[in-house]
């Protein structure tokens, strides 16, 4: 009875299999052809597209491949982005972009972890995904360059609106410190901080005077540059074309949809991606539940916000804004006789299954003209 060794039962494939581990200095590259072979880890250095052709062709020499030999490459979504992905296709590379949170991690309170482990253990899972086991982790959906760059006006635009409530708040909290409360930071403001008072009837310091002046000046700029982003999109909204702005002035005939609304979910996913049904597009949005259920444990965890969490957050604000604006519709009914009766906890989850299933009816109407029922257009 002979002894059963590994390399006898793994297989290698015609093609060199390639993953990176993308730092901001070096990029750590490792090659292989299937479970029998050794890695071969390389170093390049970061952005280097040269260097790293290079050590593809030196790899297909070093596992006998031929020039024209088919390569797999994969490398965990990050900072890098998209752009090594098309140059790599445009190379006749077969790349995948894999979200790091479906990658399987080691349980332990402590456990080894550098570079080059990662790389080697990347690579297992690259053999595994080629072999045939599209499970062993999540492939990013990469959109077309136009694609990703429409949306950057609204990400923008969401961006810019939150620095400037952060100088707002910031304010307030200058002046709250002194004594000195201010509701609402208007185009007034630096008239009511000349006439302000301490509590002793003294005007402020010179110091804390100046540094609100700073911040106001600091806001009025982003609410300048919001202004401008503002009219950008109801320009292109208004006079644009393209099937994505279709489906924005589409989304817009109905009550309680507006600018900001539509814009983000056509640009988000309407404009560009393609769901075959309702699940996919309640997992690409993280409004999905969690069960837990193990022994005599069976609970659920809430939602897994594992999509795109810009389209998550708008759907929250436009299932309010539905409420308020669709009282007739079916969904705002049903939302009125499961959660109207509940506390404020039951009508939060309650606003989320209702976000849920809105996005889904927003869907049918873009896609398949289906009008959600009871649903009122605008005049």
């Not at 890695?39 to 070093?62: D, S």
């Not at 010179?206 to 503002?230: D, S, V, W």
């Not at 309650?350 to 009816?361: E, N, S, T």
């Amino acid at each position: 009875m002979s002894a059963t060794r590994r390399g006898e039962y793994t297989a290698e494939y015609e093609a060199l299999l390639l993953v990176l581990e993308l730092g901001l200095k070096e990029w750590k590259l490792g090659f292989g052809r299937g479970f029998g072979d050794t890695p071969l880890i390389r170093t390049v250095p970061g952005g280097n597209v040269v260097a790293l052709m290079r050590e593809i062709g030196r790899a297909k020499r070093h596992f006998d491949l031929p020039e024209d030999a088919q390569v797999v490459s994969c490398y965990e979504a990050g900072r890098d982005g998209f752009w090594l992905h098309r140059f790599l296709m445009s190379k006749g590379v077969t790349n995948y972009i894999v979200d790091s949170a479906s990658i399987e991690v080691n349980r332990r309170a402590r456990h080894t972890k550098t570079d080059r482990l990662d790389t080697a253990k990347l690579l297992k899972m690259l053999i595994r995904f080629f072999a045939g086991e599209p499970g062993v982790w999540s492939v990013v959906r990469v959109p077309s360059a136009e694609d990703e760059d429409a949306r950057c006006l609204h990400r923008e635009l969401r961006t810019l609106q939150k620095e400037r409530a952060r100088c707002s708040n910031r304010i307030k909290g200058l002046l709250f410190s002194q004594g000195v409360r201010i509701k609402h930071v208007g185009v007034d403001f630096l008239q009511r901080l000349k006439r302000a008072r301490l509590w002793d009837g003294t005007p402020l310091r010179e110091g804390m005077r100046q540094r609100a002046e700073r911040e106001y000046k600091r806001m009025r700029l982003l609410h300048g540059q919001i202004t401008l982003l503002n009219r950008q999109r109801r320009e292109a909204i208004r006079s644009g074309h393209g099937e994505a702005l279709e489906k924005v002035r589409r989304m817009q005939q109905l009550r309680g949809i507006g600018d900001g609304g539509s814009w983000l979910y056509v640009m988000e996913l309407f404009g560009w991606r393609q769901f075959d049904n309702r699940k996919q597009l309640g997992a690409v949005s993280g409004l999905v539940p969690v069960p837990y259920q193990s022994g005599e444990q069976d609970r659920d965890l809430g939602i897994s916000k594992a999509g795109n969490r810009h389209v998550r957050s708008m759907a929250i604000e436009i299932a309010w804004s539905w409420l308020r604006y669709q009282p007739d519709s079916e969904l705002s009914r049903w939302y009125l006789r499961r959660f109207g009766r509940g506390g404020p906890r039951a009508r939060k989850i309650g606003i989320v299954a209702l976000a849920r299933k809105l996005l889904i009816a927003l869907w049918r109407w873009v896609e398949f003209d289906v009008l959600p029922e009871g649903a009122a257009l605008k005049a």
